[in-house]
């Protein structure tokens, strides 16, 4: 798995996680932490989406890929 694919899948995960806690507690842990109206809390759901998007291609590839050398 290519680090472009790590990647996305870390912040899906970091994202997923979010919404878990938004679900169960009622907590939105990135605006706790960048604020409600922050750029930096659109960035961060600008890349969880982004992340979405390319972890769907992860769907498409076989699990069974050999490794290269």
Known sequence: ????????????????????LIGLFNVNLVTLIFGIDSIITNIVY???????????????????EPHHK
Not at 1 to 20: E, Q, R
């Open 1 to 20: 798995m290519n680090i472009l694919y790590k990647t996305a899948l870390v912040i899906t995960i970091i994202g997923a996680v979010n919404w878990g």
């Open 46 to 64: 600008i890349l969880v989406g982004i992340s979405g998007l390319i972890c769907t291609a992860l769907l498409l590839k076989p699990l069974d």
